[in-house]
């Protein structure tokens, strides 16, 4: 996965780091291009590996082609997928390796209008109206992505492997979405996590 360069993301990156009387804040938005580089390649060839029914015994190929959220996962376009998404977990957070995440670990989210409300209620929440009102985060965002043409996808992981929690249980709560839209090949990956002041 290939990290994109846009102006404005520095400006709303800022914005999305800030602190509130209960914790502080820390929020990325990075965009990045489905286009595979080196480690992306041996991840794809693993995920093929697992998921791929006809690299399974007979008894087996039936467990590969379990729904997920991308769709059953014995579907070369729900595979790659998952491949993209864990890909850009893997540029995001390059000390972690989300190799040996789950299909179910991920979940599709009913739309694009759902996350921004939820997005834009922990912003308000937590007083940070700039982001909304005055950056217009999700102007910039919809230029990138284009999100009449986008799914959207969240990342829950377990306590024990969330790359959001590295102060070892002083994140209060985070969340990780991904904006991705097949036609461009691009991923707009939203993350944001609160973090008690003691941590």
Not at 113 to 139: C, F, P, Q, Y
Request: proline residues 7%.
């Amino acid at each position: 996965m290939k990290f994109l360069e846009y102006a404005g993301i520095d400006a709303i990156n800022s914005a999305l780091v800030f602190e509130t009387p209960e914790c502080k804040v820390y929020g990325r938005v990075e965009p990045y291009s489905c286009k595979a580089a080196g480690a992306d390649k041996k991840l794809y060839k693993q995920i093929e590996i697992k998921y791929d029914p006809s690299n399974s015994p007979p008894d087996e190929a039936s467990f590969r082609s379990i729904i997920s959220p991308f769709g059953p996962l014995d579907q070369p376009a729900s595979r790659r997928t998952l491949f993209y998404l864990i890909g850009t977990l893997n540029a995001s957070f390059p000390d972690y390796d989300f190799s040996d995440a789950k299909p179910e670990q991920f979940r599709k989210e009913p739309s694009v209008s759902m996350v921004v409300n939820s997005v834009n209620a922990t912003l308000l929440n937590h007083g940070n109206d700039r982001a909304v009102k005055e950056l217009r985060i999700w102007d910039s965002i919809d230029n990138l992505i284009d999100f009449e043409d986008s799914d959207v996808y969240s990342y829950n992981p377990e306590s024990d492997s969330d790359p959001n929690d590295e102060e070892g249980g002083g994140t209060l709560w985070s969340f990780n979405y991904f904006f991705f839209n097949r036609k461009l090949k691009r991923i707009i990956y939203f993350t944001m996590r609160g973090v008690r002041y003691s941590a």
